[in-house]
């Protein structure tokens, strides 16, 4: 069954949303009216799709594209026409845990990060 497909925003999608940023407390949250999720260690990235163009973007707004190919590719085959998507970047070791340590050398080394 085919889902029937979203229409797309008559302003199109924004270039770019200023990352919301966790705060630090001492304890979490009660109640039905919050949501918690796991922090992964890597990198804050939002996937920009637009009409099958991708562009993958950091919390500050820079352009990582170039950076993640791979993850292009993948956005870009998602069954959608538009979406901005919010997510980590990680670099996750054999065991399933994440490792910043991976990503930061893959970038710093200028390797492509898949």
Same mark, same amino acid.
């Given at each position: !069954?085919?889902?029937?497909? +979203?229409q797309?925003?008559?302003? #199109?999608l924004?270039?770019? /949303?200023k990352?919301q &940023?966790i705060? &630090? $407390?001492? *304890? +979490?949250p009660? @109640?039905?009216?919050w949501l918690h999720? /796991?922090?992964f260690d #890597?990198?804050?990235i939002?996937?920009? $799709?637009?009409r @099958?163009?991708?562009?993958?973007l950091?919390?500050t @707004? $820079?352009?990582? %594209?170039n950076k993640?190919? !791979?993850? +292009?590719?993948?956005?870009?085959? &998602?069954?959608?026409?538009q +979406?901005?998507l919010? @997510? *980590?970047?990680?670099g996750v070791?054999?065991d399933? %845990?994440t490792?910043?340590? /991976? !990503?930061r050398?893959?970038?710093?080394t200028? %390797?492509? !990060?898949?």
């Open positions: !069954m085919q889902r029937p497909c +979203a797309i925003h008559p302003d #199109g924004p270039q770019w /949303i990352a &940023l705060r &630090l $407390l001492d *304890e +979490a009660d @109640g039905v009216d999720d /796991i922090k #890597g990198y804050r939002h996937a920009r $799709l637009d @099958g163009k991708v562009r993958l950091a919390r @707004g $820079l352009d990582w %594209t993640c190919p !791979m993850i +292009a590719v993948a956005v870009s085959s &998602l069954p959608l026409r +979406a901005y919010d @997510g *980590e970047l990680c070791r054999p399933g %845990t490792s910043f340590s /991976i !990503m050398n893959a970038s710093d200028a %390797t492509q !990060m898949r």
